[in-house]
């Protein structure tokens, strides 16, 4: 799935996020907003991640949708 697909349909992809990353808030995902560079940023944050890293992950993750 693709980023823009993922940014539209957010609501219903925050659950999968929440379950692959559950150390994000129901906040943080609320803000992240299907976005790729927020949820990139947030992964960096939170799991003290390269941006490489985190990009790859947030990647794996969309392409698994």
């Known amino acids: 799935m693709n980023w ?3 940014e539209g ?3 219903e992809m925050k659950g999968k996020a929440r379950a692959s990353w559950g150390e994000l808030t129901d ?9 790729k560079d ?5 992964l ?3 799991y003290g991640l390269e ?6 992950r947030a990647d794996d993750w969309a392409n698994g949708l």
Not at 27 to 35: H, R, Y
């Open 38 to 42: 927020q949820l990139v940023g947030k």
């Open 4 to 6: 823009d697909q993922i």
């Open 9 to 11: 349909k957010w609501t």
């Open 51 to 56: 941006r490489e890293q985190a990009e790859k």
């Open 27 to 35: 906040d943080e995902l609320d803000q992240i907003g299907g976005k």
């Open 44 to 46: 960096q944050q939170k």
